[in-house]
């Protein structure tokens, strides 16, 4: 079974830095893309950064220049560091993944994994 398990999240004043991590862990052969989403209350849900298998990156506008998406593939892991918090980031951030999985037979599927979200609050 898969599990993404993210962690880092917490309170931080306007200003501050937090960095999220999110653990891949399971029977797998391969993680494609992985991605960080966030959303506030009454708020969609929002795309935040990408990061490809090769470590090209994108970023939504409002935190380009303040956060920075990296993945370590011998961990499995993918991070997001936010620097120069503003309240508006507050929000529950989930990371996702495009994982390469073994399903029964053998066979092998490509497959959309989310961990089960962190809360990031930013006090003003």
């Known amino acids: 079974q898969v599990q993404l398990v993210e962690s880092g999240g917490g309170l931080v004043q306007t200003g501050g830095s937090l960095r999220l991590s999110c653990a891949v862990s399971g029977s797998i052969f391969s993680i494609n893309v992985m991605r960080w989403y966030r959303q506030a209350p009454g708020k969609q849900r929002e795309l935040v950064a990408t990061?490809?298998?090769?470590?090209?990156?994108n970023y939504a506008e409002s935190v380009k220049g303040r956060f920075t998406i990296s993945r370590d593939n011998a961990k499995n892991t993918v991070y997001l560091q936010m620097n120069s918090l503003k309240p508006e980031d507050t929000a529950v951030y989930s990371c996702?993944?495009?994982?390469?999985?073994?399903?029964?037979?053998?066979?092998?599927?490509?497959?959309?994994?989310w961990g089960q979200g962190t809360q990031v609050t930013v006090s003003s």
């Open positions: 990061i490809s298998s090769g470590s090209n990156t």
């Open positions: 996702n993944a495009r994982i390469g999985v073994v399903v029964s037979g053998g066979t092998r599927s490509w497959e959309n994994y």
